[in-house]
């Protein structure tokens, strides 16, 4: 059965419209890839294409992101067999370590990110191409040491001069590695040979400090070289946003002012901030999720359709959207956002929660909120007065990322004074994660001799038609990066765009300190207040996962 639609599927790409840019050229690797794992019957399907040779230096190799995403990542494309034979990787970390323990470090945490589907064949495969070097990023040897590694490692490969550095540093340390880079030469591209920087989040804490980091790696990297990366954008269902509304044609005309009543965006975990507290402290929700993850998010969903998918049409479309965000006076930010703080519950599974001034590494009367909601309104015709109310927190009692366009009401109701009067509007519900899929609410008469009207939901799951694939959402930024597509990367202009809409309300936050945390209980949908944000505009929440 799976085969069937697998073949089905690489057939219509086989037979896709030419060869464009980012997006599209992705699309095909997806579907070939799933053709070669799943399907390897089927023939003639669209094989994605390799890797470009080159070597993938991630700088911190031994911390939390290295282990948990970035080698499951590496696996998941050495598995599909993306990677050529001209290719390595250099890990970097300040403490010296053996390099037979550090690849089987790192071998235990694939295994254990992955479990059933890992292969210990597939990963001697990449194991072999892993090499470490240590040193402290603020020293110039430390980069001396890495080009002389590049050098041999690139040799023992057959691969050419092109690498890609992946900066996955405490963020404090960002526009430091770059500028040694610049120094060491180590950025300097010649002919056919490429060099990248991808940069992690997050990308500053304000706008200031977003600004001036653009301009440290402005002086070293061209904008073409830079990769800041958002983690969403490599998630299936993100990407689907885009194919959603704009490879079918009935949605678009709805898809304004005219029909859309709101759109909510939920980014809800049930995790607390676990060992990260030294970073949360200095983080908060807002600027953890917000200027990126969500504001990527609206930017999908609001954009206006771009001319290609051509990295730079898609960028440009969601800069504008970006732009078009109304910045908040101090009196708007208090009226139209709200933050919360978990304290001790209890999660739905009945495990006791600590609050979040108890956990590790956070301030025993600690201000920062592990919640932020805010109602954000666009300034263009398409959306004009059409609200989008975003909201993201830890311990809430459902892990669930998804976004309601929820629609205007029947302009005339033939039901008036009758039980059935108040019919509930349509919603189309993108749920991004866990259980991915697409579900249209609309109304429909309940059988019988009274006109009984319900509420019944048309669905889409994804696992249905294509399975499950392992991924971490960090295949396809990587994939993206080493064969130079920026289109899923944020532009300069866009982070600044994010930081500027989110900065108006740090600055009231932090001028005026919260009075009532905690004020929601871990495994609660967050504060009342955030309730009563959209009750005051007469709407609520969507907390149906
Ligand atoms: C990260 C945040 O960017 O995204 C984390 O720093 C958060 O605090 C995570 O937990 C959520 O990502 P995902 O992919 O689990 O939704």
Redesign the pocket.
Known sequence: MRAESVSRISRNAATGPAAGGGLLRHLRLQEGARAMTEATETTGSAAAAPLTPCVLVIFGASGDLAARMLLPALYNLAAERLFPDAFAVIGLATKEIDLAAFRDGLGRAVRERLGDAFSPEAWAALARRLYFVAGDLRAPETYQRLQARLGEVAAAHAIGGSALFYLSTPPSLFGEVVRRLGEAGLTREDGATWRRVVIE?PFGHDLESARALNREIAAVLTEGQTYRID??LGKETVQNILIFRFANGIFEPVWNRRYVDHVQIT?A?Q?GVEH?GRYYEEAGALR??VPN?LLQLLSLIAMEPPSSFDPEAVRNEKGKVLAGIQPMSPEEVLGRTVRGQYGAGAMPDGAAAAAYRSEPYVGADSAVETFAAAKLLIDNWRWADVPFYLRTGKRLPVRT?QIVIQFKRVPFSPFRQTPVDRLRPNRLILRL?PDEGISLRFSAKVPGAAVRIGTVNMDFCYSDYFGSQPST?YETLLYDAINGDATLFQRADSVEQGWNVVTPILDVWRALPPRAFPNYAAGTWGPDEADQLLARDDRAWNNEA
Do not use: A, P
């Open positions: 989040k983690h969403y980014v975990e995790l990260r953890d999720m993850h990322t994660q959402g």
